[in-house]
């Protein structure tokens, strides 16, 4: 089923949430989800709000649906409208190095259509993980790094993602730094996942130091990746308890685990169009 997700944000004003549901009604379209949210910490207060209807039969032209919205609540209202139209599924590129659950997750959840998307390619720094992409008849671009060529591989990367139409670039376990040049033309399309709670252990073998330090308790965080390294709007976070009598191998499987957890939870939730960012925080509507 075609669709239509609207996600709105701004000043709360009386009447918006009945706006919205009428400009669908009186279009003939059908609303099949509509969550919102109100933050009244702010001031002015601030009204959030996703809403999903069906294409089948609406009276607008997909290619009108937005600036009729304009035309009718965004200037009244000054509300920030975002529509997304789900008529294909979206394209993905995953990023990786070496490590495996991640990818396979994501691949589990294209495969057995839990996902309304595409694993389009698989770009990686390093030559381990070739023989997996192959397994499912991925394309496979070996971009190598160094300092000296981080900015060059990044414009080759997105060469490929903007010859393919990609519409999410995954860091799957991706281990390098990304350039400014990419992020600056990928801002809230690319989502990494983080070894811990940011902020937390950083820099090699957190897992040894988790357990050096003994914490009671080792996580992950799944961001979209920003300028600022590790910084970027958290969408998801997970934990799981851990006891002294585990060993460092031992807390790395159970990381790669919740890693693995997380990055899938964050991913499903952007392809499903669920996310606002409001300043440094993300509003999920599950």
């Known amino acids: 089923m075609q669709k239509a997700i609207l996600l709105v944000d701004g000043p ?3 009447g918006i949430a009945a706006k919205l549901a009428q400009f669908v009604y009186a279009n003939n379209g ?3 989800d509509f969550d919102q949210y109100v933050d009244t910490e702010q001031t002015p207060r601030l009204y959030f709000a996703r809403i999903e209807w069906a294409l089948d039969g609406f009276a607008i032209e997909p290619q009108q649906i937005k600036a009729a919205l304009e035309r009718e609540l965004g200037t009244q209202y000054q509300l920030h409208l975002n529509l997304k139209l789900v008529t294909r599924p979206a394209k993905i590129a995953i990023m990786v190095t070496k490590q495996l659950p991640c990818f396979y997750g994501m691949l589990t959840k294209i495969l057995s259509n839990e996902w309304y998307a595409e694993a389009s390619m698989v770009l990686s720094n390093r030559m381990d993980m070739e ?4 397994r499912f008849d991925l394309p496979y671009h070996y971009l190598p790094i160094t300092p000296d060529t981080r900015v060059e591989q990044g414009n080759k990367a997105m060469a490929i993602w903007q010859e393919q ?3 999410l670039v995954v860091l799957a376990k991706y281990m390098q730094i990304i350039p400014e040049n990419v992020l600056a033309s990928y801002s809230r399309k690319m989502i990494n996942i983080h070894h811990s709670m940011l902020p937390a252990f950083v820099g090699a073998k957190p897992y040894h130091q988790a357990r050096e330090y003994g914490v009671k308790f080792i996580g992950a965080t799944a961001h979209y990746v920003s300028e600022e390294l590790d910084e ?5 976070q997970n934990v799981k308890p851990i006891s002294h009598k585990q060993t460092a191998k031992e807390l790395v499987s159970v990381g790669k685990s919740i890693e693995t957890e997380t990055l899938l939870r964050a991913v499903q939730l952007h392809l499903e169009h669920r996310i606002i960012i409001s300043g440094r925080r993300s509003i999920i509507f599950e």
């Open 131 to 134: 023989v997996d992409a192959k």
């Open 232 to 236: 970027g709007p958290i969408i998801t």
């Open 30 to 32: 059908e609303i099949v």
């Open 12 to 14: 709360l004003q009386a």
């Open 165 to 167: 139409d990609i519409d």
